[in-house]
């Protein structure tokens, strides 16, 4: 592997994932905040006796509050809520709706939005249909057209079938055209 085609990799990788950095700064952040929070309360709890004094009949007071069973229901789902947030975003895939392609030469990087006109283009001129009653929908592996067509007016499934794999192997991107026609038509 070349170092050209090292970069493209990285390149093309950061461009079809998103970034975790906004969701690890916020975590980071508040536990910073938090951490400093105590480590400031703790420091003060030790040097100042007045303020341990100050500070001990509100702590019963929230402790008490804190213990009620609604209380504590709803602590502990905001706080599950919270982690199941996180980890999601930990785990999740984190994929743009981009497509990447890499040769000896180049790195070529596609949006799904132009990969759908495209196809949604090629499968109006094939079936003969205005451009407005064609969309296309492409997902990770399926590319699905929904046509609907003029009353009256008959579609080859075939046609345009073939139009949406010409131009998925055109481009190089390998997925699977499903091409469903409508069954009411259009009044034209």
Not at 2 to 10: C, F, K, P
Not at 40 to 64: K, N, T
Request: without cysteine.
């Amino acid at each position: 592997m070349t170092n050209e085609q090292a970069t493209y990799r990285r390149v093309l990788r950061r461009e079809t994932h998103t970034s975790r950095t906004a969701a690890a700064m916020v975590v980071a952040s508040i536990g910073a905040l938090l951490l400093i929070a105590l480590l400031a309360g703790a420091v003060w709890w030790l040097v100042d006796g007045g303020f341990r004094d100050a500070a001990a009949r509100p702590l019963e007071e929230i402790s008490v509050g804190v213990q009620q069973p609604p209380v504590l229901f709803t602590v502990g789902g905001v706080l599950t809520a919270l982690a199941v947030v996180l980890i999601a975003l930990a785990l999740l895939p984190g994929r743009r709706a981009r497509r990447a392609r890499l040769t000896d030469r180049t790195a070529l990087l596609v949006d799904d939005g132009v990969i759908a006109d495209s196809i949604a283009a090629a499968v109006a001129r094939r079936a003969g249909v205005d451009r407005s009653r064609v969309s296309v929908f492409v997902g990770r592996r399926t590319v699905e057209v929904r046509i609907t067509p003029t009353s009256g007016v008959f579609v080859r499934v075939a046609d345009a079938e073939d139009a949406a794999s010409d131009i998925l192997a055109g481009i190089g991107f390998s997925a699977t055209p499903r091409v469903v026609v409508e069954p009411n038509g259009v009044v034209a």
